[in-house]
């Protein structure tokens, strides 16, 4: 895609600070460090979201979180948490769509970055529960 900045990056002509490159995916810092070690995931393949995955690009990329992830823990041994989000739309704070995968490392509760999800606890019996689940499994495929 020409106008894609990860692309760019991908392709060498944006400069970036690398972690992990394989032939399929590549690592690098966030120019943005939420917190240090700050980084981002993408497939080298072009895709918008996680609904543009296939199976074997979801293999190719996904099955890397634990690798970076334990990479950070070991670089960062102050490191109390680890923060991995995948926004996907705009309204779920996408901002560059390239599908990417942050991991933000956690050093503190007072770090520069917070996810709140609030409590609807009380909107939700059972029966409105299970109809849910019931919609969302009507969409999965038998493997």
Do not use: W
Not at 86 to 108: C, E, L
């Amino acid at each position: 895609m020409n106008d894609c900045i990860f692309c760019k990056i991908i392709n060498g002509e944006i400069p970036s600070i690398k972690v992990y490159e394989d032939d399929d995916v590549l690592a690098f810092l966030d120019i943005s460090q939420a917190t240090p070690g700050h980084t981002l995931l993408v497939p080298k393949k072009h895709v918008p979201d996680i609904f543009a995955y296939d199976a074997d690009l979801a293999n190719k990329v996904l099955t890397k979180i634990p690798l970076i992830a334990r990479a950070l823990q070991a670089a960062f041994p102050t490191m109390t948490g680890l923060n991995i989000c995948n926004n996907n739309g705009a309204v779920a704070y996408q901002s560059v769509f390239h599908s990417h995968i942050h991991f933000i490392p956690r050093y503190s509760d007072q770090d520069d970055f917070s996810i709140h999800f609030g409590d609807h606890t009380e909107q939700y019996n059972t029966e409105k529960l299970e109809a849910i689940a019931a919609q969302i499994s009507a969409q999965l495929e038998d493997d």
